[in-house]
């Protein structure tokens, strides 16, 4: 009698468990009609943030994302929250923020890196005046005589 007992406290445990967990977790930049967009504004804070903060752009400029992203963390606390609070909804407590110090951490390196890097990239700027050695020998060939003799 114990051992009916104890195998059917076991399966009605092992059913609850699954029931409670979802097979499937939410993978960062994939579809999703919650998380996605949730996920989006907290990377678009991270992305404003960094490039307004001087010691966060010295580490973006070595491509240091996650020590970028540490320095101004805090500053996007709301977003995570939010986050992380529909992924627990979602998916069961706790995981809101496992999902954010693991699967989202890693995601957001990527994303910063390609939001940011074009931006610290030098880039050369365009004049309407042509270079000095060039203006010279338009001179000289418009003129048919050097700038000094004028």
Known sequence: ???????GLAVALATSAAEARPARQHVPGTPHAVLAPLEEAATACFAETVLSNPRAM???REARWFEA????G????????RMAVAHDQLYGRGTGER????AYA??????????LQPLLEPKS???AEPPAEKAALTDVTETGSTPDEH
């Open 1 to 7: 009698m114990k051992a009916v007992l104890l195998c």
């Open 58 to 60: 010295r580490f973006a």
């Open 69 to 72: 992203a540490g320095v101004i």
């Open 74 to 81: 805090f500053l996007c606390r709301p977003e995570v929250q």
């Open 99 to 102: 999902f954010f110090k693991g």
């Open 106 to 115: 890693r995601h957001l390196d990527k994303q910063l890196a390609a939001r």
């Open 125 to 127: 700027v365009a004049s």
